[in-house]
């Protein structure tokens, strides 16, 4: 772990990871907050060769594989460097933060977030582990001086925990910035974007079970029964071999491309003819975000939670219940024949740096 002796940091963000679209946000918020003037420095457990970190973004890597692992390098971290404040991103990592704030006895200022619908994410850890993490939750959570969540959906999660409500604060993600609409502009070198001749429908995130695109495969099977088109998947994970294995046995090979990670993918987003969220829960799903501010058509599950604020219900893209193929099929041709209404961009100031930033501002620099 290399950490340099500098000027005051203002904020420590810690967040297990810079990958996906946590990473993308809290990339963006660092950013952000550096061209008000704070000295803004990003706190993670290691950083992959291919993730492009922006030169106004300062990171440290503290060379760990495991969050709950990182406990003594956080304590040293802060030892060292003393951030007037702290703000964390995710349920391992609050923790830690946690109980590395609370073995110094810092007072400083001390904001946790959560990017996800924490009941469901809990559902995927292992039984005991999931039991521990419970009543880990319910007796640390309450010593931050904040807790911030991503959506309203998130929020209530939190609530009907047991969470205090007057500690609770919703603040939407960073999402629709200058460097979006720039990024989105850059070229594409893939023949199905060259010389498009059918429709193409995106998928971007994770292959995890929680993207669930395994309902997004089938329901693109059925779809090609009666419209011919293309379906591109961009990401990676576990779930990677399992997806190409069914695509084979849907006879889909020549039909769906996997493009693995992507630094850049929003000229893909701009370039889709509609973009599909087929997730079982999320916190605020970021791509949904990026592609309706890229003029992308959209049809996403309406899961737990922030699809529906998103969309404000059905206003700005079709919802399909979780897991339902034949409904996502319906909703995907409806998008590809009649394509979206147009959207009032100003909608999407809630994602957008003056009024994130007014908000983050106001609650880690107001305050103590």
């Known amino acids: ?26 990339v963006n918020l660092a950013k952000e907050l550096s061209y008000q ?13 291919e993730i492009a970190i922006p030169s106004e973004v300062s ?22 460097r003393k951030p007037d404040r702290l703000l964390s991103a995710i349920y391992h990592a609050n923790l830690v933060a946690l109980w590395a704030h609370m073995f110094l006895r810092s007072r400083s200022f ?6 996800i619908t924490l009941s469901h994410a809990l559902q995927q850890e292992p039984f005991f582990l999931r039991i521990i993490l419970r009543l880990l939750i319910r007796l640390f959570y309450p010593f931050a001086d904040v807790i911030i969540t991503v959506s309203e959906g ?12 007057k500690k609770i604060r919703v603040i939407y993600n960073l999402v629709v910035t200058r460097d979006l609409f720039i990024d989105a502009q850059a070229d594409i070198d893939h023949l199905w974007f060259r010389n498009k001749k059918l429709p193409i429908i995106l998928g971007v995130g994770r292959l995890t079970e929680q993207k669930d695109f395994i309902t997004l495969l089938k329901a693109f099977s059925v ?19 399992r997806l190409a294995l069914m695509a084979q046995e849907l006879h889909l090979t020549n039909k769906i491309a996997f493009l693995g990670f992507i630094p850049n993918p929003y000229p893909y987003f701009k370039r889709a003819d509609l973009f599909v969220l087929s997730s079982s829960w999320e916190g605020l799903p970021t791509v949904l975000i990026e592609a309706i501010a890229l003029g992308v ?34 909703a995907m041709e409806e998008m590809l024949q009649s394509h979206s209404k147009s959207l009032d961009k100003s909608r999407l100031d809630r994602f957008s740096s003056e009024g994130v930033l007014k908000n983050y501002i106001s609650i880690l620099f107001s305050c103590k």
């Open 1 to 26: 772990m290399n950490i340099k002796k500098e000027s005051q940091v203002d904020l420590a963000i810690f967040t297990p990871t810079l990958e996906g679209g946590v990473g993308r946000v809290i």
């Open 37 to 49: 003037g704070y000295k803004i420095e990003i706190v993670t457990l290691f950083v992959k060769k």
């Open 59 to 80: 990171v440290v890597s503290l060379g760990e594989t495991r969050t709950f692992k990182s406990l003594p390098k956080l304590i040293r971290y802060l030892r060292e």
């Open 110 to 115: 001390l904001a946790i977030s959560e990017h």
């Open 154 to 165: 998130a929020a209530q999660d939190l609530r009907e925990r047991g969470i205090d409500p």
């Open 223 to 241: 779809l090609q029964r009666r419209f011919p088109c293309r379906l591109v998947i961009i990401g990676e994970g576990k779930e990677r071999e």
């Open 297 to 330: 058509p959209v049809v996403s599950t309406d899961c737990e939670s922030g699809p529906r604020e998103i969309l404000e219900h059905t206003k700005w893209g079709k919802l399909v219940p979780v897991g339902n193929q034949k409904k996502m099929a319906e």
